[in-house]
Every structure is written in C-alpha cells, then in structure tokens.
C-alpha cells in the first residue's frame, strides 16, 4: 500500500531535548511539507522540500531542522530551541508533475508532548 | 482579516440532514480549492478537490466554488454519524511551490 508514516505516533520530551520525528512515503512524491496543528490555530508549516537536498523555511521554523537525503524520507528535528514544542505534527507530500500536483497528502501524525 | 475565513463550529445536525460547510478567502490569485475531513488525532484525509470556479460531485459530497463571491463550500448529503469530524479548506495559487492556505477548521457533529 502507498502511503506517509510518520513514528512514532506519541512522544515525550524533556526540557532541553532535541527529538527526531520520522516521515517516509512510498508514493514517489518529490515535495515533502512539515507542519504543527496547535487546537483552535489550523495548520502552520514548519519546512518544506521540493527535491532531495534541498528546503526551505516556513512560517515558523524558528526551533526546528529538517534534513532531505533521500526522496523517500524527510525527518523533523525539534531542537531545545523551540520554546512551546507540544503539538501535533503532520507531515505532507505532493506530486510535483501530472494531474493533482497541487494536492497534499497528509501522513497519520505525531504527538509530542514536552514534560 | 485572515487570507482563509473559516467558522470552527460546533455545528451539531442530526442524521440524515444536509450540511453546508463554508470557507471564505480574500487572496483573487486563489485556483485550487481543496476540501479535507480529519477524525480526531489522525492526519487529514484529503476529500474532494477542484480547480476553478464550478461544482464538483463525488458520492455524498458536493464541492461548490464561487470565485467571483470568493466563497468556497462543501455540502454533504444524508450526513451520517461517522461523517461526525472536523473539515478543512485550503486553497493556493498556481505555479510555484503550491503551498496550500488552510482555514482553520470546522468542527461537525452529526448525531443519531
């Protein structure tokens, strides 16, 4: 089945950590999007890549990392820098070529929760 | 004023009613409209898309675009309890990265 999986589904924190959270999709995408859901704030984008090896900030990526070497997956890093990191995030793809190219995808999510 | 407008509810209905779930937006370069269902602590699941001004059926649902209103709704027919969720619009602009704008969310909730 083709698909985005995001791991783990709940993390936890402690203050001062860094977390990785994990994104792989089998659907050949080339665009992979990262985004934070806070209740009652919609969606906010984080990053986003449009080819392996490179991204781009988003609206708020002040405290978090991301890395795109290889097509297939595009890991989130929340740093000791983000000072209210307890949210639930999606991760996203899009097909860059063909009909549809302008619809996302969404993965099933991760809850962080800082301690 | 937001770029997308959307009234996070409750909108509370019985089975079987028709429901209308509205977005207004205020950006003209708007193209493509799409529509997502999220159940609670899960992703988004993409619903029904289009392009443009125009009607668009799958099943139950019906997408409605008005451009010149810039008013965008989702109807859904013989609404049942599991369609019980929260609807998303997003839109974007063509070319380029195709980054949605997503409203903020509409809580429904369809009792038996």
């Known amino acids: 089945d083709g698909g985005i999986t995001q791991s783990p589904k709940y993390l936890f924190r402690k203050e001062g950590q860094n977390v990785t959270l994990s994104c792989e999709q089998n659907?050949?995408?080339?665009?992979m999007y990262w985004y934070r859901q806070d209740p009652g704030q919609g969606l906010r984008l984080i990053y986003y890549?449009?080819?392996?090896?490179?991204?781009q900030k988003g609206d708020i990526a002040e405290g978090y990392s991301v890395s795109r070497e290889k097509k297939e997956s595009f890991p989130l890093t929340v740093t000791s820098a983000q000072k209210n990191p307890t949210a639930f995030y999606l991760c996203?793809?899009?097909?860059?070529?063909?009909?549809?190219?302008?619809?996302?995808?969404f993965g099933p999510g991760t809850r962080l929760t800082v301690l | 004023q937001k770029e997308v407008e959307q009234d996070p509810g409750p909108l509370s209905v019985p089975e079987g009613a028709i429901v209308s779930l509205n977005c207004t937006y205020s950006?003209?370069?708007?193209?493509?409209f799409m529509w997502y269902r999220q159940y609670s602590r899960k992703g988004p699941e993409l619903l029904m898309y289009?392009?443009?001004?125009g009607n668009k059926e799958d099943g139950r649902f019906t997408a409605q675009v008005d451009k010149s209103s810039k008013y965008i709704s989702l109807f859904i027919r013989d609404s049942q309890p599991s369609d019980s969720a929260t609807y998303l619009c997003?839109?974007?602009?063509?070319?380029?990265?195709?980054?949605?704008?997503f409203g903020r969310g509409t809580s429904l909730i369809v009792h038996p």
């Open positions: 996203a793809s899009r097909l860059t070529r063909g009909q549809g190219t302008y619809t996302q995808y």
């Open positions: 950006n003209s370069a708007f193209q493509y």
């Open positions: 997003a839109m974007s602009g063509a070319g380029g990265s195709y980054i949605p704008t």
């Open positions: 890549s449009q080819i392996v090896n490179d991204f």
């Open positions: 289009t392009y443009s001004s």
């Open positions: 659907l050949n995408h080339d665009a």
